[in-house]
């Protein structure tokens, strides 16, 4: 079949990394890139070449979206923007109708994400959230662990990304302004944690949630607005009677058994599931210095009563945007179903705005 004509929209560093996946994919052709900002429409092809030593070619450029979404050569659209920008941008899309994948958070509350899942359904339109830590090989391989039961029923789930230094201010600060970005360190990283965890147990239909919400490191950063929060935690439990425990964090004083992080001192993405037959441990070594040395998946079985490290093959791994892009493109064509959809995506939303009105109430706050 043909490959899907694909344009992306926003042209910082995870646009340029979507821009290659289409490419490396063998699934679709980058048929333009869109961004407002001159220096980097012009620099594009620069900075493409100097992240990935490839030059794209026939790529065209525009400076309006109004121009690359109704462009009818254009089926599919890669929505790479602040958060603020995902819900209008997609729903455009939607609306000429355009296939869309659009980066994490899918939008900025629940009934954004509503609304797309109902344009979406009506038109017979993929939706996809980006959420490239599902196809990693070590997720891949450990959702069929859990799958197989080998570990059990799965009865606990702790997930987290903390750093110990390593608040974002984005353009403008906009990561540090609710009204631009949707919240802080939950709505950033641990929608990550969350989702991660929510995916390797099969993504069961949440129940109830109590949360707490900190900022307790504005002096941090220098920045006009800093009114979301830096510090989440609090449980999820699933109407399958699994709980699940997340600690997310922009900003803490962790311990030196935290591992070394590329870019923010100590840094660790880590979710851990736990079942009578076993337990399962993901790690993302993408944010951990090299150094480190960390295994991506760990995985103990119970063997004649005691708990026994199990060798688990992961073969050669793929950059994760590259998977993730192939089954958005093959999605579109009807060859395969999307593995992250808008069902799924406004589910997550409904999580994390659940999350921040138990943060803010102090009550638990139910799902159903």
Same mark, same amino acid.
């Given at each position: 079949?043909?490959?899907?004509?694909?344009?992306?929209? !926003?042209?910082?560093?995870?646009?340029?990394f979507?821009?290659?996946?289409?490419?490396?994919?063998? +699934?679709?052709?980058? +048929?333009?890139?869109?961004?407002?900002?001159?220096?980097r429409? %012009?620099?594009f092809?620069?900075?493409?070449?100097?992240?990935?030593?490839?030059?794209?070619? $026939?790529?065209?450029?525009?400076?309006?979206?109004?121009?690359?979404?109704?462009?009818?050569?254009?089926?599919?659209?890669?929505?790479?923007?602040?958060?603020?920008?995902?819900?209008?941008?997609s729903?455009?899309?939607?609306e000429?109708?355009?296939?869309?994948?659009?980066?994490?958070?899918?939008?900025? $509350?629940?009934?954004?994400?509503k609304?797309?899942?109902?344009?979406?359904?009506?038109?017979?339109?993929?939706?996809?959230? !980006?959420?490239?830590?599902?196809?990693? %090989?070590?997720?891949?391989?450990?959702?069929?662990?859990?799958?197989?039961?080998?570990?059990?029923?799965?009865?606990?789930?702790?997930?987290?990304?903390?750093?110990?230094? !390593?608040?974002?201010?984005?353009?403008?600060?906009w990561?540090? &302004?609710?009204?631009?970005?949707?919240?802080?360190?939950?709505?950033?990283?641990?929608?990550?944690?969350?989702?991660?965890?929510?995916?390797?147990?099969?993504?069961?239909?949440?129940?109830?949630?109590?949360?707490?919400?900190?900022?307790?490191?504005?002096?941090?950063?220098?920045?006009?607005?800093?009114?979301?929060?830096?510090?989440?935690?609090?449980?999820?439990?699933?109407?399958?009677?699994?709980?699940?425990?997340?600690?997310?964090?922009?900003?803490?004083?962790?311990?030196?058994?935290?591992?070394?992080?590329?870019?923010?001192?100590?840094?660790?993405?880590?979710?851990t599931?736990?079942?009578?037959?076993?337990?399962?441990?993901?790690?993302?070594? &993408?944010?951990?210095?090299?150094?480190? $040395?960390?295994?991506?998946?760990?995985?103990?079985?119970?063997?004649a009563?005691?708990?026994?490290?199990? &060798?688990v093959?992961?073969?050669?791994?793929?950059?994760?945007?590259?998977?993730?892009?192939?089954?958005?493109?093959?999605?579109?064509?009807?060859?395969?179903?999307?593995?992250?959809?808008? !069902?799924?995506?406004?589910?997550?939303?409904?999580?994390?705005d659940?999350?921040?009105?138990?943060?803010?109430?102090?009550?638990?706050?139910?799902?159903?």
């Open positions: 079949m043909e490959k899907v004509r694909v344009g992306i929209v !926003g042209l910082g560093r995870p646009g340029l979507h821009a290659n996946s289409v490419i490396q994919s063998g +699934e679709g052709i980058l +048929e333009g890139v869109c961004d407002v900002n001159d220096a429409r %012009n620099l092809a620069e900075n493409f070449a100097e992240i990935f030593k490839l030059r794209p070619k $026939n790529v065209r450029l525009f400076a309006s979206y109004d121009d690359l979404v109704s462009d009818p050569a254009i089926q599919a659209i890669v929505v790479v923007l602040p958060n603020a920008l995902h819900y209008p941008f729903l455009k899309a939607l000429h109708g355009k296939h869309v994948l659009c980066e994490k958070p899918p939008t900025m $509350n629940a009934q954004q994400m609304h797309l899942h109902e344009e979406a359904e009506k038109r017979g339109l993929i939706y996809f959230f !980006g959420r490239q830590m599902r196809f990693s %090989n070590a997720s891949m391989a450990g959702r069929k662990i859990i799958a197989e039961r080998r570990l059990g029923e799965i009865y606990f789930v702790e997930t987290k990304w903390i750093r110990s230094r !390593g608040t974002p201010t984005g353009i403008d600060g990561f540090l &302004d609710r009204a631009r970005s949707g919240g802080g360190a939950l709505i950033d990283i641990g929608v990550h944690a969350i989702d991660t965890a929510w995916f390797l147990l099969g993504v069961p239909r949440p129940h109830l949630v109590f949360a707490q919400t900190y900022q307790k490191f504005p002096q941090l950063v220098a920045a006009p607005i800093f009114d979301v929060e830096d510090n989440a935690y609090g449980m999820i439990s699933f109407e399958n009677g699994c709980s699940l425990q997340f600690q997310v964090s922009w900003a803490s004083n962790l311990f030196s058994d935290i591992p070394r992080s590329n870019w923010a001192d100590r840094e660790i993405f880590q979710t599931l736990f079942g009578p037959q076993g337990s399962l441990r993901l790690v993302d070594t &993408d944010q951990c210095h090299p150094s480190e $040395n960390l295994k991506p998946l760990q995985v103990v079985e119970d063997q009563g005691a708990p026994v490290s199990v &060798d093959p992961l073969g050669e791994r793929e950059n994760n945007f590259i998977p993730q892009m192939r089954n958005f493109l093959r999605s579109v064509r009807g060859e395969e179903s999307p593995m992250n959809s808008s !069902g799924q995506a406004l589910q997550l939303m409904e999580i994390l659940a999350i921040y009105s138990s943060g803010q109430s102090g009550h638990p706050v139910s799902l159903k």
